[in-house]
């Protein structure tokens, strides 16, 4: 009498957290939350938009901020612009140096920065133009992190992304008269405690640099995501079932939406909260 009792009520507790949970999912079927995993869009260069010009002798303005490796080379423009009234002109000369404008920023070892900027090649010749980035274990030139570590922590192909065109190029495209981005995410090797971010453009190669950014990458886990696509909807409340009815799925540490160690009924009530709103 007893067990049967038992028998009972365990399967009424299950028939009501099934209805409880039918119900949450046909409230919650036209619902979500949108993706909150972003990236934080705060530029980490300064004068990024190359709109801020030190005058200097015509035609030598300093962009502010940055670096020139022979300012000669680099120029102020407002013809070919993608963002704001002025863009950089590199105009290397065919046998002269290097065209070459960088900055440097402050990072800390495991940061993933995003590195994004808008080039335009006017005239292609011989190697071209390439990103040329460095990562520093001091301020000092001389405490760069050589190009063989560089290259045995990404691989090659990942490697381009900091010396080169982006991934697996070792050079900018080379298509002309049209605004290009670079858009890019790496992460700061062990040891890296400053980026510079620099483009090089090479023996008679002219390019045009606008729009350039470097960023942190912040990404965050959304509360009652819990099968981790982005979106709190209801797979999660479908996901957290699976776990409360022995099926499983991956990762189920995450079905605990309110943290109190269970995964049960509580944590689709979380769920639909944060759907809610409520
Ligand atoms: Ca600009
Ligand atoms: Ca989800
Ligand atoms: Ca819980």
């Not at 030139?141 to 560089?150: C, F, T």
């Amino acid at each position: 009498m007893h067990n049967n009792y038992m028998a009972l009520k365990s399967t009424s507790r299950i028939l009501s957290l099934l209805v409880i949970a039918i119900i949450s999912i046909a409230w919650c079927e036209t619902s979500s939350v949108s993706r909150l995993t972003a990236t934080e869009e705060v530029n980490l260069l300064k004068n990024g938009g190359l709109e801020e010009w030190i005058p200097l002798t015509y035609p030598l303005d300093m962009p502010k901020g940055w670096f020139c490796h022979n300012n000669t080379n680099v120029k102020k423009d407002t013809k070919i612009v993608c963002e704001g009234r002025f863009s950089a002109k590199m105009q290397s000369q065919e046998k002269g140096s290097t065209a070459r404008i960088d900055q440097r920023i402050a990072v800390n070892p495991g940061q993933k920065i995003r590195i994004r900027f808008k080039y335009y090649v006017e005239q292609w010749k011989t190697k071209g133009a390439r990103t040329y980035c460095y990562f520093r274990t001091d301020a000092a030139e001389k405490y760069d992190i050589s190009a063989e570590d560089l290259q045995a922590f990404y691989g090659k192909e990942k490697y381009y992304i900091i010396r080169g065109g982006g991934y697996g190029k070792t050079y900018l495209p080379s298509d002309l008269n049209v605004w290009q981005t670079f858009d890019e995410t790496v992460e700061v090797p062990p040891t890296a405690h400053y980026f510079v971010f620099g483009v090089n453009s090479y023996f008679g190669t002219t390019i045009y640099v606008d729009d350039c950014w470097v960023m942190d990458v912040i990404e965050t886990t959304v509360k009652g995501d819990v099968n981790g696509d982005g979106v709190v909807d209801v797979a999660d409340i479908e996901s957290v079932l699976s776990v409360m009815f022995g099926s499983g799925i991956d990762g189920e540490t995450s079905a605990d939406v309110n943290g109190d160690g269970n995964v049960d009924i509580s944590d689709v009530v979380s769920i639909i909260s944060e759907i809610t709103n409520l």
